[in-house]
């Protein structure tokens, strides 16, 4: 005889969080959402989730995502102006995720201003496949112009997965570590998963981002908005996003 058991669910609502710091929404600018109605409508349904603000972090990768302040904020007009226009009452904004490479360190040695979210925070990333070698250089840099470094999904690195020093060393160097919603369903696979939720049980998370990209991405937050065990392994830890809404 075979017993099947299901994680038990619950009414989904992520207001918990509500802000979202990490998403590409904004449309035509990277790999996210292309057209102002598909945008239009995840932030509907986004909003149902729970949420009461979302921050748009297009890609600025030089050679693949050029994007700039001259791409970006022009496109949050648009979205803003389309959800008044419908009368969609929800706060949103933008700034980038960057890619640590020798092109973003000359943006930021530049003195040029970077786009950022919340009082000075500024959501930066590496490449999957290695280790960005300046990184530590362009997060004390960054330190030292005033902004607060968030690393984009730490659990997803695979080269970090056998060394989880290399994890409490961001921590050291002062940087903010954000975890991406849909690790915890293990949408990336068990070994982003199991880092994900070692990161929180060790209380090393500080933000929450969708990362939302197209559809399947908003399916798998709705479904792990419905678990019972992802707000139990929550409960209780010093998430910051709520202070993304003063």
Excluded at 23 to 46: A, C, M, N, V, Y
Excluded at 185 to 199: F, I, Q, S, V
Excluded at 205 to 232: P, R, W
Aim: charged share 25%; net charge negative; aromatic share 8%.
């Amino acid at each position: 005889m075979f017993l099947f058991f299901k994680t038990p669910t619950v009414e989904p609502d992520l207001s918990f969080i509500g802000a979202d710091m990490h998403s590409h929404l904004l449309p035509d600018l990277d790999d996210g959402l292309k057209t102002l109605d598909e945008t239009i409508d995840f932030i509907r349904q986004l909003q149902q989730l729970g949420y009461s603000k979302l921050i748009c972090t297009p890609h600025i990768i030089s050679d693949i995502h050029p994007n700039c302040a001259d791409t970006i904020l022009p496109k949050l007009e648009l979205v803003r102006n389309a959800l008044k226009e419908r009368q969609i009452n929800i706060s949103i904004e933008a700034a980038a995720e960057y890619m640590v490479d020798l092109d973003m360190e000359n943006e930021l040695l530049s003195g040029r201003p970077l786009l950022t979210f919340g009082r000075n925070l500024i959501l930066i990333e590496m490449s999957y496949m290695a280790a960005s070698p300046n990184m530590e250089r362009v997060i004390f840099q960054l330190r030292m112009n005033g902004l607060q470094p968030v690393l984009a999904h730490p659990e997803r690195y695979g080269y970090y997965y056998n060394d989880f020093k290399a994890y409490e060393r961001f921590k050291d160097l002062g940087c903010l570590l954000q975890v991406n919603l849909l690790s915890l369903l293990g949408y990336y696979g068990k070994p982003a998963k199991l880092t994900a939720e070692k990161l929180i049980k060790n209380n090393m998370v500080d933000l929450l981002g969708t990362d939302m990209h197209h559809e399947k991405h908003l399916t798998a937050l709705k479904e792990l908005a419905g678990k019972k065990d992802f707000y139990e392994l929550l409960e209780g830890k010093n998430i910051r996003n709520k202070a993304l809404l003063l």
